[in-house]
């Protein structure tokens, strides 16, 4: 008989003990449940570190203050700005200085020094200059020897130093009296004084329109000669321009011929003939010859209506011409135009019949003086000007003025006004600057930037820069001057800083 097979236990499945009706959980439910817990944990760890850090990072500045050996840096001018490597300053673009222990803080004041650091005298203004600091100047390129800002420029208006400022490398100077008679230093007071206003404006040699003669034709026809071959060249009144075949004028010719005939004599010559050859622009002159010889002319002459120079010239030989056709220009210049602009702020002044004096730019020998005929009453938009004229006799010659030629005009208005003069040696011009020197009391002398205008053999007029009753030097003045330089170019020296002791590894930006 075969053996029964053994009774073998029930495989029981994971869910068996589940309750009936409910759904078994997906697979790997609980592995990623541990694998939330460990991202968690990493999390957690994280934020415990940095947390450390920032509380390390918040105390470092304190404990380097408390005598860390390891150099720290900062900016002079911005105290807040801390680093641990050398750099520029991200406000100012200022090297970072290390913080030295005897310096201290950065953002405390210099206590050992008693306050502020001690600072060199002024100089001068002109050259270069610190924006941080503008009592600093320096007449070559460098850097400020308080903050180590590079200097930039002086800003200077359009003629340099500034009315009343001082003139770069100089300084005020203090002598006592002793040396001020020594040197043989004299003075004198800036005088106020009524002067007629002199305006010197730029102006231009100008043709005059009522000088201009055009030569055309009164009948169509063909140019046979020409006489006057070129421009640029003098004719006079009446003189031959060209030589023109017209048919119109030659029948005109035919038909004053053929009424003589039948008249039967000269004296019952028809006048409405004669008449049509004048206005088809036949000369007198060539109507009695042809009157005379009995026979036409077959080319009639064309003369200049005015003398002066050809300026324009559109014909040339065999052209067939129109009326309308402008065969020349002539232009007189025995009189020419003096033409000059005035601003508005000053047309005010200038009246007709002002005088005025021209000076040629190419020959200034040749000036010459006129008066203003006519200030023309519209404005030029682009420069907000108004035009002044003035009327001249022009020679020949060497001494003839071109138009289109420069020149200055001097124009003295009808109007004077106060201004202040001094003596011509009290200026001091080094093509730089204009300046003098004002006497203070106690012996001091002040060097001041001034704006002049005009001058003559012993005075000159200051327009800026000095009032009326001031004293300034006008003897010795070189000597004052020399010492001046002499103090500025010391103080300069006395503070331009030591060369820096630091390693050019801190020295590095």
Not at 96 to 108: A, F, K, Y
Not at 433 to 442: I, K, S
Request: aromatic share 4%; proline share 9%; charged share 20%.
């Amino acid at each position: 008989m075969p053996a029964e097979p053994e009774d073998k236990p029930p495989v029981q499945d994971e869910h068996d003990d589940m309750p009936e009706g409910e759904e078994p959980p997906p697979r790997g439910v609980k592995t990623m449940a541990a694998v939330r817990w460990v991202i968690l944990g990493v999390a957690a760890l994280l934020a415990v570190v940095m947390w450390f850090s920032y509380a390390k990072a918040q105390l470092s500045p304190a404990a380097a203050g408390m005598g860390a050996e390891a150099p720290k840096y900062h900016c002079p001018m911005h105290p807040q700005i801390v680093s641990s490597e050398p750099g520029e300053c991200p406000i100012c673009h200022m090297n970072l200085e290390p913080i030295s222990g005897d310096r201290g803080s950065p953002m405390m004041s210099d206590a050992g020094s008693g306050g502020a650091p001690m600072r060199a005298p002024p100089v001068a203004a002109g050259g270069f200059t610190c924006p941080m600091h503008p009592e600093v100047h320096s007449a070559t390129p460098g850097r400020c020897p308080i903050c180590k800002m590079d200097l930039e420029p002086v800003k200077m208006g359009d003629g340099g130093s500034p009315p009343g400022s001082m003139p770069p490398g100089t300084v005020a100077i203090t002598l006592g009296l002793d040396r001020i008679q020594a040197i043989g230093v004299r003075t004198a007071v800036a005088e106020e004084r009524a002067a007629p206003t002199t305006l010197r404006v730029t102006a231009v040699v100008m043709a005059p329109e009522q000088g201009v003669a055009e030569v055309h034709v009164r009948s169509a026809g063909f140019v046979e000669a020409i006489q006057v071959d070129q421009t640029g060249i003098a004719v006079r009144a009446g003189q031959p321009m060209l030589s023109l075949y017209s048919p119109e004028l030659l029948q005109a010719q035919n038909e004053l011929l053929a009424t003589r005939q039948w008249a039967g004599d000269a004296g019952a010559t028809s006048s409405s003939a004669r008449r049509k050859l004048e206005l088809l622009g036949m000369a007198a002159a060539e109507i009695d010859r042809v009157v005379a010889k009995g026979e036409p002319m077959r080319a009639i002459t064309i003369a200049s209506p005015r003398g002066g120079f050809v300026t324009k010239k559109n014909v040339v030989l065999g052209s067939y011409v129109m009326p309308e056709t402008v065969l020349y220009e002539v232009q007189d210049l025995s009189k020419v135009y003096i033409v000059a602009d005035v601003f508005l702020r000053d047309i005010g002044s200038i009246v007709p019949g002002a005088e005025g004096r021209f000076i040629p730019a190419a020959h200034a020998e040749h000036a010459i003086t006129a008066k203003v005929d006519l200030v023309y009453p519209t404005v030029a938009a682009e420069a907000r000007t108004r035009r002044v004229r003035m009327q001249i006799r022009n020679e020949s010659g060497l001494k003839a003025y071109a138009p289109g030629e420069y020149g200055v005009v001097e124009l003295k208005s009808a109007t004077s006004r106060k201004t202040v003069t001094i003596p011509s040696d009290a200026l001091i011009d080094t093509g730089g600057a204009t300046y003098v020197f004002v006497v203070e009391p106690d012996g001091r002398f002040v060097p001041r930037v001034v704006t002049t205008s005009a001058a003559d053999t012993n005075h000159v007029v200051v327009d800026a820069g000095l009032v009326a009753g001031e004293r300034v030097v006008s003897g010795a003045t070189f000597l004052i001057d020399s010492e001046s330089r002499l103090q500025a170019s010391i103080a300069q020296v006395m503070q331009t800083p030591a060369p820096s002791s630091r390693s050019p590894q801190e020295m590095a930006p």
